[in-house]
């Protein structure tokens, strides 16, 4: 076979792998004229708006205008690059990619041989559990954590018996016990490196075993859990548990719960939550963030209730950040790991869950509440430890984050914003700052003069949750926006009445550059609290400003007219302050 160099490569294997075939797995598509239709794989539609053409091999949707071929079809929907197209692709085409170095054929037959024997193990493990009577002790445990054979068979759960069993089955199997030793799966001297352990698989995100987590199950060992060792093919840092399991409800949901234990997931999948992952004995690592980004932007942090866990979830915000990533924090209460409180809640799980995920703070607003944790903010000293503490947690962020948050901050604390700035000046001797009062949503008493970034804010809310323009627009019109926020609003509010949620999408190519900016940098990193609830507030505070100040106007127009006895329009004048007055206060008592 020739050895075709990359762009060979990918002409070589266009011509032979057809586009239709290759989306027919994914998508149903009907034939109409000469093309084929089906509901887009990339957007949330109910009508076919998806078209295949056969001759061109070319795809385009209509509905979010994604286009390609049959290599960017495959990098979309497996989630990988260029590369990982090709090569999917090319295994399916049979075109070997290029030839390899007589010591690279050693190294991928080796590999090719340790995941065979990875694969086999956890076929023997799992054969063990549940149908000999030499799993019963792992059925038993099992049993005492509440996973059913249903969930344990989808993540491939097995039992590995006293002794021997696995080395003996590869003797009688004639397999190579080397092979086994240097998997990781026997001791030197022969036995089970698992015996008398429940074996749980960890495998990549096609579902390949790469090592195994396995728990003891009798009561006198002191290692509750060991590992397979970190070899060329396993970096305990490169992978994810569940990924394989959870990639479609991930993408279906939109975002990753990632929990600390394979239980915590196992036990989440078993009710319901199919898109948990854990991060699998180690501190989340940039590889396993950046594994994930391939998957969703957004993930939900759902780590244990005590110190450890709640330091390992703001480590994880952060990291999470620094790859544009989403995060937002769940604590389960009264518990002290997911697997616990899921445990506990019973049959009641996905809905107590569903409450759980639903208060879950974005992961910059958990920090803000760890910061102030335990502080009295009617205490000025508090304040300022508070202040101090915000300062450092905000400073860990990618530095084109951290203006935002210094902003969101201090609505959140109602500090005078001075006490947030990067660098702490030493001049601050303009009085103690104002008693701060953190309301519900963290919107009780803006910083003097910021009114404009509660518009920016709403704007910003706006635009990852369009849906709240069906409120919103009832609450302000246009014209009470600052100037610069205005034609913005109205082009978003055009679009959503014309395209819905999804409008924005579509025309967001056609807004001015400065608008698409605010709106990018918005996805990327959505405000703290993207709910309706809170534009509807922000909304209303935009319209007290506007009211407060044209408050202030009337009453200078007043003494104008006034100086100029002009007693008709100080009557009108002073019927018009009253009754803004009366409705500022109205406002002001219900806000
Ligand atoms: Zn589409």
């Not at 995941?115 to 002790?137: N, R």
């Not at 391939?294 to 209730?305: I, M, S, Y």
């Not at 953190?438 to 809310?461: D, H, I, S, W």
């Not at 104008?560 to 002009?566: F, L």
Request: hydrophobic share 40%; glycine share 8%; with cysteine.
């Amino acid at each position: 076979m020739p050895t075709p160099s990359s762009d060979d490569a990918f002409a070589e294997v266009k011509a032979k792998v057809d586009l239709v075939k290759v989306v027919q797995e994914h998508v149903r598509l009907t034939k109409r004229n000469k093309d084929f239709w089906g509901l887009c794989p990339f957007h949330q539609e109910d009508s076919p708006s998806f078209k295949v053409n056969p001759q061109m091999q070319s795809w385009y949707c209509f509905g979010c205008e994604r286009s390609g071929d049959v290599f960017t079809f495959v990098e979309l929907i497996e989630k990988t690059d260029k590369r990982g197209a090709l090569q999917l692709l090319a295994e399916r085409a049979g075109v070997e990619l290029k030839k390899l170095s007589p010591e690279q054929k050693v190294r991928s037959d080796s590999r090719k041989r340790l995941l065979a024997m990875l694969k086999l193990a956890a076929q023997f493990y799992e054969y063990v559990l549940w149908s000999t009577p030499a799993g019963e002790p792992g059925r038993k445990l099992l049993a005492s954590r509440q996973v059913k054979e249903e969930t344990a068979r989808r993540f491939q759960i097995g039992y590995d018996p006293a002794g021997r069993g696995f080395a003996d089955y590869l003797r009688a199997k004639k397999r190579s016990l080397a092979d086994a030793q240097e998997a990781g799966l026997l001791r030197r001297d022969g036995t089970d490196f698992f015996a008398e352990r429940v074996v749980i698989p960890i495998r990549d995100e096609r579902g390949q075993p790469l090592a195994f987590t396995a728990r003891t199950v009798r009561q006198d060992e002191q290692r509750k859990y060991i590992n397979s060792p970190e070899t060329d093919l396993y970096v305990k840092g490169r992978v994810i548990f569940g990924l394989d399991l959870a990639r479609d409800e991930i993408a279906r949901r939109g975002h990753a719960v990632l929990m600390e234990g394979q239980f915590d997931v196992i036990t989440a999948h078993g009710a319901g939550i199919q898109n948990a992952v854990a991060s699998s004995g180690t501190a989340l690592t940039d590889d396993q963030v950046r594994l994930l980004k391939r998957f969703t932007d957004e993930l939900l942090l759902v780590f244990d209730a005590d110190r450890a866990g709640r330091q390992a979830a703001q480590k994880a915000v952060l990291l999470a950040a620094g790859h544009q990533m989403r995060t937002r924090v769940a604590t389960v209460e009264g518990a002290k790991d997911p697997d616990e409180f899921l445990r506990a809640a019973g049959d009641d799980a996905a809905k107590q869950w569903e409450e759980l995920a639903t208060k879950a703070p974005s992961g910059f607003e958990f920090g803000m509440e760890e910061a102030a944790a335990g502080l009295n903010l009617s205490n000025a000293n508090h304040v300022e430890l508070a202040a101090r503490r915000l300062r450092e947690w905000i400073a860990q962020f990618p530095t084109a984050l951290q203006e935002e948050y210094r902003e969101r901050a201090k609505r959140w604390m109602g500090v005078s914003g001075h006490l947030l700035a990067a660098e702490p000046d030493g001049r601050r001797n303009s009085g103690r700052p104002n008693t701060p009062k953190v309301g519900k949503n963290g919107l009780e008493t803006p910083a003097v003069g910021k009114k404009m970034t509660v518009g920016r804010y709403l704007l910003q809310l706006l635009a990852v949750r369009p849906v709240a323009f069906d409120r919103v627009r009832t609450k302000i019109t246009p014209d009470e926006l600052d100037e610069e926020d205005r034609g913005i609003y109205v082009r978003m509010l055009e679009t959503y009445e014309r395209g819905g949620v999804l409008g924005l999408e579509k025309e967001l190519a056609g807004y001015p550059a400065e608008e698409q900016d605010l709106i990018r940098r918005a996805w990327a990193a959505p405000p703290p609290n993207v709910d309706e609830d809170v534009a509807v507030e922000l909304a209303e505070r935009i319209k007290l400003d506007r009211m407060k100040g044209r408050h202030s106007g009337i009453i200078r127009e007043l003494s104008e007219a006034e100086r100029g006895k002009d007693s008709e329009r100080v009557a009108r004048l002073e019927a018009e302050a009253r009754e803004l007055a009366r409705a500022i206060a109205d406002m002001e008592r219900r806000g």
